[in-house]
């Protein structure tokens, strides 16, 4: 990559620029920006100083197709010119092409149904509200878990720091530790019939791409069938072909009660959905019961249809698996790296020590864009149909880096 000679604090001056006008222009839920970024082709991103990216995080796993993919900017001007928006109190055809096309990758029995959404946490929040469409309270979560900001989905989330301040939760959320079947057992048994559901992501994002056990996935299978309560699995991350599969749960031969999905779906469109599998499930919320402005529209439907078509047609599920694969092997053989988390092109890189802060950041001076979702680990969500080539130029550098940082545990020290 030729660009990297202009990367690093010398040559980011009109991003600095764009920066101070963001500050007193945004509020500071994001902190600063990394950088101000103008354009995208690929797997690639430019930013307001000319400097070339690697993007391997892909906006947190939504740019499925990459930037400025043929197939989705035809979809979404075609649509635009065609019919933008019309209120959900309309049909419109790409609306309803996408749900049956969700319903037939997801292999949905007969009364399914879906419901759109305009993002992952509105998908979350609506699946909070089917549990409780069950006439029952209490819902378990797991410790990591993470589900969105609004406020049902921060009653299911785990994480103390964003949650404490906005308390008092929505009530009847308990948490349970990750992979701990009898701490399972234990709390749907003092659920009682009071159970409304369990809700898991199948691979926990920002908890460090922490995959659940086959056997535990099993077991809220068997427990919600058990009990009656709904088996909720948040796929906003994992799924969409992210793991290699359209679906992550799919990788378990398991079908849930609902599954939430958004990110990757719209390929950058912003557009979230539930899928409720079978006629008690699809039939939980009635109408006047929920409903959202956005969620559907035929601009966010026509891109989630082309995105869908191509990662059928360019054989991106395939190609999720290989490189992801790749990618797995070659990292697995660097120092300090204890581990290799997650399936497909959803992978977190384990540390040896909680150094995946600098390590983004040095990736970032070297024209890479990464994350640490935990201070001991690298997150890697890239396009689907990222090259090997261009993941050989991540890891030629990582491997310098680490060479010249070993990951050093810090008893070790």
Same mark, same amino acid.
């Given at each position: 990559m030729g660009e990297l000679s202009s990367h690093g604090e010398a040559g980011l001056e009109k991003g600095r620029v764009e920066t101070q006008r963001y500050e007193h222009a945004l509020m500071a839920t994001y902190g600063t920006p990394m950088r101000a970024l103008?354009?995208?082709?690929?797997?690639?991103?430019?930013?307001?100083?000319?400097n070339k990216y690697l993007d391997l995080l892909g906006g947190i796993a939504v740019n499925a197709l990459g930037h400025g993919h043929p197939a989705w900017v035809n979809a979404l001007t075609q649509q635009a010119s065609t019919l933008a928006h019309v209120s959900n109190f309309f049909a419109t055809e790409p609306q309803i092409a996408l749900a049956e096309r969700l319903l037939d990758l997801a292999h949905a029995p007969s009364g399914s149904r879906?419901?759109?959404?305009?993002?992952?946490a509105e998908a979350n929040e609506a699946a909070f509200k089917m549990s409780r469409k069950t006439g029952r309270g209490t819902v378990i979560a797991l410790e990591g878990g993470f589900h969105g900001r609004t406020m049902g989905a921060l009653a299911m989330t785990h994480k103390p720091a964003i949650r404490e301040q906005f308390a008092p939760m929505p009530a009847g959320v308990v948490f349970v530790p990750v992979n701990d079947a009898d701490?399972?057992?234990?709390?749907?048994?003092?659920?009682?019939?009071?159970?409304?559901?369990?809700?898991?992501?199948?691979i926990l994002g920002e908890a460090g791409i922490r995959p659940l056990d086959?056997?535990?996935?099993?077991?809220?299978?068997? +427990?919600?069938?058990?009990?009656?309560?709904? !088996?909720? @699995?948040?796929?906003?991350?994992? #799924?969409?072909?992210?793991? &290699? *599969?359209?679906?992550?749960?799919? +990788?378990?031969?398991?079908?849930?009660?609902? !599954?939430? @999905?958004?990110?990757?779906?719209? #390929?950058?469109?912003?557009? &979230? *959905?539930?899928?409720?599998?079978?006629e008690r499930a699809g039939t939980l919320l009635g109408k006047g019961e929920h409903g959202t402005t956005f969620g559907g529209n035929p601009m966010g439907a026509a891109t989630a249809l082309a995105t869908l078509q191509a990662i059928e047609d360019e054989g991106l599920l395939a190609n999720a698996k290989s490189v992801?694969?790749?990618?797995?092997?070659?990292?697995?053989?660097?120092?300090?790296?204890?581990?290799?988390?997650?399936?497909?092109?959803?992978?977190?890189?384990?540390?040896?020590?909680?150094?995946?802060p600098d390590v983004a950041q040095a990736a970032l001076s070297a024209a890479f864009i990464v994350n640490p979702p935990s201070p001991d680990t690298v997150r890697l969500v890239p396009a689907l149909n990222l090259t090997t080539a261009e993941a050989d130029t991540f890891l030629e550098w990582f491997a310098g880096y680490a060479a010249r940082h070993p990951f050093v545990p810090e008893g070790d020290r």
């Open positions: 103008v354009r995208g082709e690929g797997s690639y991103v430019w930013d307001a100083d000319g879906v419901f759109f959404s305009n993002s992952g701490a399972l057992r234990a709390a749907v048994t003092a659920a009682g019939d009071d159970l409304a559901a369990i809700i898991a992501e199948p086959h056997e535990y996935l099993a077991l809220i299978r068997t +427990l919600t069938h058990r009990t009656g309560a709904l !088996m909720i @699995l948040d796929e906003v991350q994992c #799924g969409v072909a992210r793991t &290699g *599969a359209w679906f992550a749960h799919q +990788l378990h031969g398991i079908q849930p009660d609902v !599954m939430t @999905l958004a990110k990757g779906l719209g #390929g950058g469109f912003p557009i &979230g *959905a539930v899928v409720a599998f079978g992801g694969q790749h990618l797995r092997e070659r990292l697995e053989s660097i120092p300090g790296v204890i581990e290799v988390r997650g399936e497909g092109l959803l992978l977190g890189i384990g540390l040896a020590a909680p150094a995946a």
